[in-house]
């Protein structure tokens, strides 16, 4: 990935640079040509649960950025291969439980009718 505005001939006063990482993502080493401010956040989407911690985001910024400064710049991590099957379970798990549930509602019977017997017929006075 480029740090730097994509159109030539282009400066920018402050460029913000936001690489978001998947979720379990750990051992981050970032390796930028130049100074640059560099802060970490976490990101929680939909899917991203409380105790894998989100996901990592390292945010890049930099003040009055020409265009020498668009050259590729390198981010490296580790992941568990664990970490990426627990969205994949969390889905599954989601899914089954809708599955259950509707199939739950559906058999009950919450009529308050008596039940005629089928194989008694009814004796005509």
């Known amino acids: 990935?480029?740090?730097?505005?994509?159109?030539?001939?282009v400066s920018c006063d402050h460029l913000?640079?936001?690489v978001v990482l998947p979720e379990?993502?750990?051992d981050i080493e970032v390796d930028?040509?130049?100074?640059?401010?560099?802060?970490n956040d976490r990101r929680f989407t939909y899917v991203d649960s409380k105790f894998m911690g989100g996901r990592p985001v390292i945010i890049f910024e930099k003040?009055?950025?020409?265009?020498?400064?668009?050259?590729?710049?390198?981010v490296t991590y580790r992941v568990r291969?664990?970490?990426?099957l627990i969205d994949v379970g969390i889905l599954v798990g989601a899914y089954l439980l809708i599955y259950i549930v509707?199939?739950?509602?559906?058999?009950?019977n919450l009529t308050l009718?008596?039940?005629k017997p089928e194989g008694k017929k009814a004796k005509r006075q």
């Open 1 to 9: 990935m480029n740090f730097g505005v994509p159109y030539e001939a």
């Open 16 to 18: 913000e640079v936001k």
């Open 24 to 26: 379990g993502a750990y």
């Open 32 to 39: 930028v040509p130049f100074d640059v401010r560099m802060t």
């Open 63 to 74: 003040d009055n950025v020409v265009k020498e400064h668009n050259v590729p710049f390198t």
């Open 81 to 84: 291969p664990m970490a990426m």
């Open 102 to 108: 509707v199939m739950f509602v559906l058999r009950v």
């Open 113 to 115: 009718e008596d039940a």
